[in-house]
């Protein structure tokens, strides 16, 4: 029995019981350990949300009833979401090693009552995931989701959803590089937009494992949102889809001038010297990394119109981070791999800020393509090169 003080919380449809010293983790945005040894984090409410949007749309477009499993469910918040008020799931399977946990999922299947389509297992992540198969695998880790990555893999079907979260920020956007380029195999990046490169990493890592498993992967949609960041893959066999998967890349960057590109092959030995072609700085770079599209467009869109459909806490934010996300997937479908700080590049030539929209504006007056970007609400995606992007703004500046 839950021998601890608990209390109830509603998202979505859903009514869940969590620790009540859980609510008040993480109040200013940021990870910190569990006050209990049962995880509930208020501030990942905008990811179950968007969950439970995914899981319906790719529900819809398979026409079949789907399993899912959330191999590391703590309180069982999201897996409870997904059997309640996700359409067209006939299983879910929630599971977790922490025996303290198990009691908490219990209770909140079964106030919920779902206990005819919730299975609940207490067994070590991988050994589960292991041992059957599922429509759709959730890793949601507290850390990083790499111990798990091969397992979660072996256990998809062909065309299934992989989702996985990351919360080791600190390893992936580049303050503990050894321990990135030992879990992730790849060398991070501190930058501005060290967030997808974040991004860029964990799918790069995941596809060189599906490789190994005869599996692609496509990404569906990926956030950066707070203090962490999710991707949605599917993953499938094909030899051909493999082999686009594993096309490597590499981001070579200059901290002096803010010059940046994705190249596809680099010979990281020879690199240490390599200076920058516009300000003669010595250059830095990170991967290897993930460098195809971060969205399929359409899919996006089917998640924006389901999310306008709900009634859910996060609605509006949830909203407006994907009107983001679908423009700038239209953005990435031209080669612009990599986005722009605005205020970085204004400090860094000494001026004040023009609005993003006016700079936008500004920049496809000028034929460029250009967007914002969810990962950052200060910065643009564009393929103007910088050196265009900066005297864009010195000529905005100007402008009586």
Request: proline share 4%.
């Amino acid at each position: 029995m839950v021998k601890r003080k608990i209390v109830e919380v509603v998202e979505g449809s859903t009514t869940l019981i969590v620790p009540e010293k859980e609510l008040k983790r993480g109040e200013k945005g940021q990870p910190t350990l569990p006050k209990t040894s049962i995880f509930y984090n208020p501030l990942m409410e905008l990811s179950r949300d968007l969950s439970i949007m995914v899981v319906q749309v790719y529900q819809r477009e398979r026409a079949y009833s789907l399993s899912f499993c959330d191999a590391l469910a703590a309180t069982g918040a999201r897996g409870v979401r997904i059997a309640r008020e996700v359409k067209g799931i006939w299983r879910v399977v929630l599971n977790d090693l922490n025996s303290s946990a198990v009691e908490f999922i219990k209770l909140n299947v079964s106030l919920n009552q779902i206990d005819y389509k919730v299975l609940i297992r207490r067994m070590d992540a991988n050994l589960l995931l292991s041992s059957t198969f599922f429509d759709i695998v959730d890793i949601d880790p507290f850390g990083s989701p790499a111990p798990y990555l091969n397992s979660a893999l072996r256990a998809l079907r062909s065309g299934g959803l992989l989702c996985v979260t990351a919360t080791d920020m600190g390893v992936l956007c580049g303050r503990q590089v050894e321990a990135c380029k030992r879990k992730y195999e790849a060398k991070p990046l501190n930058t501005e937009y060290c967030h997808e490169i974040a991004v860029r990493i964990l799918i790069g890592t995941i596809a060189r494992a599906a490789a190994v498993h005869e599996l692609y992967i496509k990404p569906l949609l990926v956030h950066s949102t707070n203090h962490y960041i999710r991707v949605y893959l599917e993953v499938g066999r094909s030899k051909e889809l493999i082999k686009k998967s594993l096309s490597s890349s590499y981001i070579i960057h200059c901290k002096n001038c803010g010059y940046r590109k994705l190249i596809e092959k680099m010979n990281t030995e020879t690199f240490e010297n390599k200076l920058c072609h516009l300000c003669s700085n010595k250059m830095n770079f990170s991967g290897p990394l993930w460098g195809g599209s971060l969205y399929h467009h359409d899919f996006c869109d089917k998640i924006l119109k389901e999310t306008k459909s709900r009634e859910i806490n996060t609605k509006q934010k949830l909203i407006k981070m994907l009107e983001a996300i679908l423009e700038e997937s239209q953005t990435l479908a031209s080669p612009i791999p990599i986005y722009y700080d605005v205020h970085k590049i204004c400090k860094k030539i000494k001026v004040e800020a023009p609005s993003i929209k006016t700079i936008i504006a500004a920049l496809k007056n000028q034929n460029y393509h250009v967007s914002r970007t969810h990962f950052k609400p200060t910065a643009i995606r564009t393929n103007a090169p910088i050196e265009k992007i900066k005297e864009t703004i010195k000529n905005l500046v100007k402008k009586p």
